[in-house]
């Protein structure tokens, strides 16, 4: 039988992505409106207590370009969000790893006491269970509001520590173990860069559940989330105004049209908002200090705009 060798991935035109409103072929880029602001993210800061492989924000024990939030920066935003009359129903954290940051319990708590759902992403280690008692109170004060995204990349050990490292995996099964007894409400990040088949990927995270005793179901696209890899360097097409009724998908889908991300610069005064999750170092993407400010146009002039979002049909916020 012949051997089928492996090609290598093509890397990104360098034409490709460099001005915000025409693709390197001339054609008119796609865009999005924020036609809802139904999620706001914050990032609670890059530090991180792993160095992951492929980390798309470069989080870990020493990078600390985007600080940590406070609490009273989130609740200064939470103020504007009722005082314009947005309708935001989520508050979403992401980081770095999100229990790093000294105020996160607190700042859940004023989330929650505000009334909003609160989703944090987490990798369920040893800084969460840190903070594993208050934080306990607050889910028994708040319940059901409050969820509790763990990243486990795959449902194998040797699969998820090659990308998290060496020693990442069983401190993070018994935090979800832990997270589960309590009753939280949990759902799980994966990633599809195994080469598997969703359907092997859900199944190997049924046998998962079903071995450690959690309860959450893998077929289930809300309780187990599973991502398209990023690579910037790999060349991926621009998307155009064209493209929507090509690909039979619509702007209002992306996840620019119904969320945006806080985040702080190390050595800024004031945090500022970007359109998604994943552009929190491009300074073109900052669209001001304040959430009103950032009800713009956001170009889809990113790789990450394209496989992510658009062909990859993916969102940190569903």
């Not at 870990?60 to 939470?78: K, M, Q, W």
């Not at 306990?136 to 319940?143: E, F, K, P, R, T």
Request: contains cysteine; negative net charge.
């Amino acid at each position: 039988m012949e051997e089928t060798v492996a090609q290598p991935l093509k890397l990104l035109d360098p034409r490709k992505f460099r001005d915000p409103w025409t693709t390197a072929d001339g054609e008119p880029r796609a865009s999005v409106h924020l036609k809802k602001l139904e999620t706001l993210w914050f990032c609670t800061g890059t530090l991180c207590n792993l160095t992951c492989e492929h980390c798309y924000i470069e989080s870990s024990p020493s990078n600390d370009s985007l600080v940590y939030i406070s609490v009273g920066e989130v609740a200064a935003y939470l103020d504007e969000i009722e005082r314009e009359g947005f309708g935001t129903t989520t508050i979403a954290f992401t980081g770095g790893e999100p229990f790093m940051n000294p105020d996160m319990v607190p700042i859940l708590d004023e989330v929650l006491r505000r009334g909003y759902e609160a989703l944090v992403l987490t990798n369920a280690m040893k800084p969460m269970m840190k903070v594993s008692e208050p934080l306990l109170a607050v889910h028994q004060q708040y319940g059901d509001r409050l969820t509790m995204r763990i990243s486990i990349d795959h449902y194998s050990k040797d699969v998820h520590e090659q990308e998290r490292g060496k020693r990442s995996w069983d401190p993070a099964i018994q935090g979800m173990q832990w997270l589960s007894e309590h009753g939280f409400n949990l759902d799980i990040a994966g990633r599809l860069f195994s080469g598997e088949a969703e359907e092997q990927m859900r199944a190997g995270f049924a046998r998962l559940f079903e071995r450690e005793g959690i309860d959450m179901d893998a077929r289930d696209p809300h309780q187990v989330v599973l991502f398209p890899e990023m690579d910037e360097k790999v060349d991926v097409p621009e998307i155009t105004t064209a493209c929507w009724s090509r690909l039979q998908v619509s702007p209002d889908a992306q996840m620019c049209a119904t969320s945006r991300m806080v985040i702080k610069r190390k050595g800024a005064d004031n945090p500022v908002v970007v359109p998604c999750t994943l552009l929190p170092y491009q300074p073109e993407f900052e669209l001001g200090q304040t959430l009103s400010e950032s009800f713009q146009e956001v170009p889809l002039n990113h790789p990450h705009c394209a496989k992510f979002c658009v062909l990859g049909g993916a969102s940190c916020s569903g």
